[in-house]
């Protein structure tokens, strides 16, 4: 059996190829980047002017970022990963980088942290009740709105 026939154990990505999801490609988080549908990996690599990030170009997506979720981190410390969102959020901001901020659960699981609500004042997060923000379709309109080449994502 071809390997993208094979079914994986259970928790791991079981689709088909060519069915990605509604943007055409399947997005991570994690702080991964995604340049024309293609994640970018340590094996890619973009140089000269074309590997420059604008703004016009980029979207920045900071899902989850709420108190409930550094809860149970125990890789690095809760206030060094607020501190560095926050510093993200900012630099976004600064740079005019169109950004998308979500919650999930916010009625249960608490607002977005307040640093990062902050610099974004006057913007409302979606509030999801999906685990997975790409099954949102405001999310995903959100994301098809802004017509970025570039998707950069930090999530929790």
């Known amino acids: 059996m071809p390997a993208t026939e094979r079914r994986g154990k259970r928790g791991q990505n079981n689709r088909k190829p060519g069915t990605d999801g ?64 926050v510093a993200l959020a900012k630099t976004a901001k600064a740079f005019g980088v169109p950004t998308i901020l979500t919650t999930v659960l916010e009625d249960r699981g608490g607002y977005i942290i307040k640093g990062v609500q902050d610099v974004f004042p006057d913007q409302k997060p979606i509030n999801r009740s999906f685990i997975n923000a790409w099954q949102d379709k405001r999310f995903v309109e959100a994301v098809k709105k802004q017509a970025a080449r570039l998707l950069a994502g930090a999530g929790k």
Do not use: K, M
């Open 22 to 85: 509604a943007l055409g490609f399947r997005p991570h988080f994690a702080s991964c980047l995604v340049w024309n549908g293609t994640v970018a990996s340590a094996e890619t690599s973009y140089s000269g002017l074309n590997g420059l990030l604008t703004p016009e170009e980029s979207v920045l997506l900071l899902v989850d970022h709420q108190g409930f979720q550094f809860a149970n981190t125990h890789s690095q410390d809760g206030q060094l990963i607020v501190n560095n969102v």
